[in-house]
């Protein structure tokens, strides 16, 4: 088999495959006859370890077929890093509304027993990411998918589930307060771990205790992407427009409000953008536009909005995910959001922990 590979600066997350290993991987997943005709390491992940897998017979419906591996048990991983695999199989029969639009998972190995990590085989989607191309596509392509996207957004957003928080194996609540304070505590933990300030973190934590009941208008937990950006989405352009034709990488779904999903924060900017745009008719009904452009009306709902920022789910990779302008500026509206009605957390804004002053790193 012909087999290419990335090169990397040593990692043990990402750790190369050999092509004895693929090949055993492949005749543990569609048969002892199996035969790859190639692989190839596709670039641009920040956790797992992708191949595209050309299979010389085909013995799946598709000849071509995506690998990702898993990091190993020795890689740096955070809170909210471990066992992503398992978590997305044991959370990806909730994804059944998006239809075609999600890969279907082919074999899966979690035995350890050819290679010392977690793998899954799946169907390889059309397309090409949506932030590959966005420079390229004229500011009605684009508020064409953000329409769609905010489609999809309310599609995966209506599917309803049992508890908050999860999947297995990260616990799950009764109450929505109960999960957001368990990823919160966890993120502290990570951040005093890696000898960071925390004590305006832990002081924020006890501002959000004292608002649990705000957090617990939400009765009903319901399915979350938890990573759903321009990175995971695919598209095809074609003549008749742009079309969102994937959607990828559900590892860090979750349990609970819509409004913490924390792609709610980060898509808006697009939309609010050509929104904006001269020319634009601000009265043009659009009612997914408006969703994520406008977000939640309310006090109280703002007030748990920013409790539920993603960026307290995401701070404990410590790495590049965080270290850009945009999540600098997000943070900024976060802790907005926190102050508001809380004059006690203003020093906040004068002394933030290292963790959170990314501006200068950017």
């Known amino acids: 088999m012909e087999l290419t590979t990335i090169e990397r600066a040593p990692s043990d997350a990402h750790r190369a495959l050999t092509a004895e290993q693929i090949a055993a ?43 990702r591996v898993a990091p190993p048990d020795s890689a740096a991983l955070s809170w909210d890093e471990a066992a992503l ?38 169907t390889l989607l059309p397309g090409e990411r949506w932030d590959d191309v966005a420079d390229a596509l004229s500011p009605e392509e684009s508020l064409s998918l953000w329409e769609q996207f905010g489609r999809i957004t309310r599609t995966i957003h209506g ?40 004590t305006d973190m832990a002081t924020a934590i006890e501002i959000i205790r004292g608002g649990a009941a705000v957090l617990d208008e939400i009765r009903e937990p ?12 695919l598209i095809e352009r074609g003549a008749g427009g742009p079309r969102i034709v994937g959607v990828i990488d559900a590892d860090r779904a979750f349990w609970g409000d819509p409004m913490a999903d924390w792609t709610m924060f980060v898509l808006s900017k697009g939309v609010v953008h050509l929104l904006a745009r001269p020319g634009a008719d601000e009265d043009e009904p659009c009612p997914e536009r408006r969703q994520i452009a406008h977000g939640l009306d309310g006090g109280a709902q703002r007030w748990r909005h920013g409790a539920e920022a993603r960026f307290v789910q995401r701070d404990g990779s410590l790495g590049d995910p965080l270290r850009h302008p945009l999540c600098a500026s997000l943070l900024d509206e976060v802790l907005d959001e926190l102050l508001g009605g809380h004059h006690e957390l203003l020093f906040l804004r004068r002394r933030r922990p290292a963790l959170f002053d990314l501006r200068a790193e950017a």
């Open 85 to 122: 695999m398992r978590r997305e199989l044991h959370v990806q029969p909730y994804f059944a509304a998006l239809s075609t639009l999600a890969p279907r998972t082919l074999a899966a190995d979690f035995t350890r027993q050819i290679i010392d990590r977690d793998y899954v085989f799946q």
């Open 25 to 67: 991987m492949c005749r543990r997943a569609f048969g002892e006859s199996a035969a790859v005709a190639s692989a190839r390491e596709l670039g641009g992940g920040t956790f797992n370890t992708t191949y595209l897998v050309s299979l010389a017979v085909p013995l799946v419906e598709e000849r071509r077929v995506v690998l």
């Open 222 to 233: 319901r399915l979350l992407h938890g990573d759903l950006w321009l990175f995971n989405l």
């Open 159 to 198: 599917t309803a589930g049992s508890a908050f928080g999860g999947p297995f194996p990260v616990p799950e609540f009764p109450a929505w307060s109960e999960a957001v304070l368990y990823r919160l505590a966890c993120s502290l933990r990570t951040m005093a771990g890696a000898a960071i300030d925390v």
